[in-house]
């Protein structure tokens, strides 16, 4: 996704806080070895935990359910290529 070319302080910060979080994954895929598999269940067992921590359990299953749904109904279809008749992987 391209950057603003004169972001707000909001999206200043999103933008930090996405280059922080890619810089953790290289640091553990390339620095200290793991998988991407095992990279991923990191991030989102950590981000599960500090929500369930704030929202509570069930809040935060309702919000991982509604993102599933989101990412099943094509949030990610422009990086994957699912939407394309060649594209994609197979589920």
């Not at 950590?46 to 704030?54: E, K």
């Not at 929202?55 to 394309?84: C, M, N, P, Y």
């Amino acid at each position: 996704m391209p950057k603003p070319k004169n972001p707000t302080p909001e999206e200043a910060k999103k933008i930090a806080c996405d280059t922080i979080i890619e810089r953790a994954a290289i640091m553990m895929v390339a620095e200290v070895g793991a998988s991407i598999p095992m990279m991923i269940d990191r991030m989102l067992t950590y981000c599960g935990a500090q929500a369930a921590t704030l929202e509570g359990s069930a809040v935060t299953a309702e919000h991982f359910r509604r993102f599933a749904d989101q990412i099943e109904g094509g949030l990610f279809w422009s990086i994957t290529g699912e939407d394309k008749p060649s594209g994609g992987r197979p589920n």
